[in-house]
C-alpha cells in the first residue's frame, strides 16, 4: 500500500499555518505563525488585521513546510486546508493559496472543517477508537460530538451562546488580564477560592450557555465596587473557573451515563486547563473511560490536525472543486 502524504493549510483566526502529514498521523512538519502578539493590545482578535497578516505569512510558512518535511512536490499527494467555520477574510487567504498550489501542480484539494481537525489532533499521538464523545472547547467553540466511526460526526450539544475559551477571555479582561485572557484566569484560579458564588447554568441536554454566566461576573464585581466591598482577583477567578468546570462535567457526564462510549476526548485551546483537565480525569474514571488531551501545540490551531483529518477524506474519496469558497458558518 501506499503512502498519502497531505499538504494542509489552516487560516481560520488568528494562526497562520501550514503541515505536512503522512495517512493521517506521522507529522513531517508544522508550522504555526501566532498573530497574538498584534491582536493583544486590540485586547481580541480584529478580523482585518488578521487577514492582513495571513496574507503576508502565508507562503512563508507554506514553503517552510514543505522545505522542512525534505519534501518535492512529486511526493505531496493532495492539499487540504480549512473551509470553516472562521473568520471570512482569514479562511479565504488559506484557500486561494490551497486553490492556485493545487492548481499548479495538479493535486487533489481536500476541504476541511476545523472542528474536524481540533478532534483529529488526538489521533496524531494516539488513534481514536470508536465510539468515542468529544468536547471541543476553544475561543470560537464549545461542542460536545458523538462519533461512531472516522469522520461520522453528530453534534449532541453546542453553545447557545459565548465559547467557554470566549467567557474566560472576556471575564479575563473585567480584571484587567491580558489577552488572550484563559491561561491568566487558570493561574490565579489556582492561588484564590469558590466563594463569589456565581450560577452553573446547566442546559437540558447538552447544551452550554455561558454569557450568563460572564454577565453575573460583570454584575457582581460592578455591585461590590459600588458598595466598597474589596474583592481579590484570584477570587473572582477560582469562582468563575469553578463555575465553568461544573457546567462542563456535568454536560459530558450525562453524555457519558446516555451513550455507549469507550474514549473522552477534550481538545481546543481550552483543554489547556489544568483546572478542567483533573475533574475530567475524575469522572473518566468514575465511568471506566479513557480520557484523550491533545499536547498543547496540537490543541492549539495548527496544520498537523487538518492534515490529519484530511487523510480521511482523501480515503473516502472527498475532493473540493475549485470553485471552493470560506464558509465562516458551516456544520461538522
Ligand atoms: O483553540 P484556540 O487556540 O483558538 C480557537 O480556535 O479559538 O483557543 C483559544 C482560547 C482562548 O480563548 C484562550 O483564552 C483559551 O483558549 N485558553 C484557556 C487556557 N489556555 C488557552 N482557557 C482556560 N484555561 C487555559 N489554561
Ligand atoms: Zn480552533
Known amino acids: 500500500d501506499k503512502n498519502i502524504t497531505i499538504l494542509a493549510i489552516e487560516t481560520s483566526c488568528d494562526e497562520t499555518a501550514a503541515s505536512v502529514v503522512r495517512n493521517g498521523y506521522e507529522v513531517l512538519s508544522n508550522v504555526v505563525n ?8 486590540f485586547g481580541g482578535v480584529v478580523p482585518e488585521v488578521a487577514s492582513r497578516h495571513h496574507v503576508e505569512n502565508i507562503t512563508m510558512v507554506i514553503e517552510a513546510a514543505i522545505s522542512e518535511a525534505h519534501l518535492t512536490w512529486e511526493e505531496i499527494d493532495a492539499v487540504a486546508v480549512t473551509e470553516g467555520p472562521g473568520l471570512i477574510g482569514a479562511l479565504l487567504v488559506g484557500i486561494n493559496a490551497a486553490k492556485a498550489l493545487a492548481l499548479a501542480h495538479d493535486k487533489p484539494l481536500i476541504p476541511v472543517h476545523h472542528i474536524a481537525g481540533h478532534v483529529y489532533a488526538n489521533h496524531i499521538e494516539e488513534r481514536l477508537t470508536f465510539p468515542m464523545l468529544a468536547l471541543v472547547i476553544s475561543g470560537g467553540h464549545t ?7 472516522h469522520m461520522d460526526f453528530e ?35 489556582a492561588e484564590g477560592e469558590d466563594v463569589l458564588d456565581f450560577p452553573r447554568p446547566i442546559m437540558e441536554g447538552y447544551d452550554f450557555s455561558f454569557s450568563g454566566l460572564k454577565s453575573a461576573v460583570i454584575n457582581k464585581l460592578h455591585n461590590l465596587k459600588q458598595k466598597g466591598i474589596a474583592y481579590k482577583k484570584e477570587d473572582v477567578a477560582a469562582s468563575f473557573q469553578e463555575s ?11 453524555a457519558l451515563e446516555a451513550y455507549e462510549i469507550n474514549q473522552l476526548l477534550i481538545c481546543g ?14 469522572i473518566c474514571e468514575d465511568k471506566g473511560v479513557k480520557l484523550l488531551i491533545p499536547p498543547l501545540n496540537l490543541c492549539t490551531d495548527n496544520a498537523a490536525m487538518i492534515g490529519a483529518a484530511a487523510y480521511y477524506e482523501y480515503s473516502a474519496g472527498k475532493f473540493g472543486a475549485m470553485n471552493l469558497n470560506g464558509r465562516s458558518n458551516i456544520n461538522l
Open 34 to 41: 501566532s498573530q497574538i502578539e498584534s491582536h493583544k493590545r
Open 143 to 149: 461542542e460536545l460530538v458523538l462519533m461512531k466511526g
Open 155 to 189: 453534534v449532541i450539544g453546542e453553545t447557545r451562546d459565548d465559547a467557554v475559551g470566549e467567557a474566560y477571555d472576556k471575564v479575563a479582561r473585567t480584571i484587567d488580564l491580558p489577552y488572550p485572557g484563559g491561561p491568566h484566569v487558570d493561574r490565579l484560579a
Open 244 to 254: 465553568v468546570i461544573d457546567v462542563l462535567t456535568e454536560q459530558t457526564f450525562k
Open 269 to 282: 485551546g481550552v483543554a489547556a486547563n489544568r483546572g478542567i483537565r483533573s475533574r475530567m480525569e475524575q
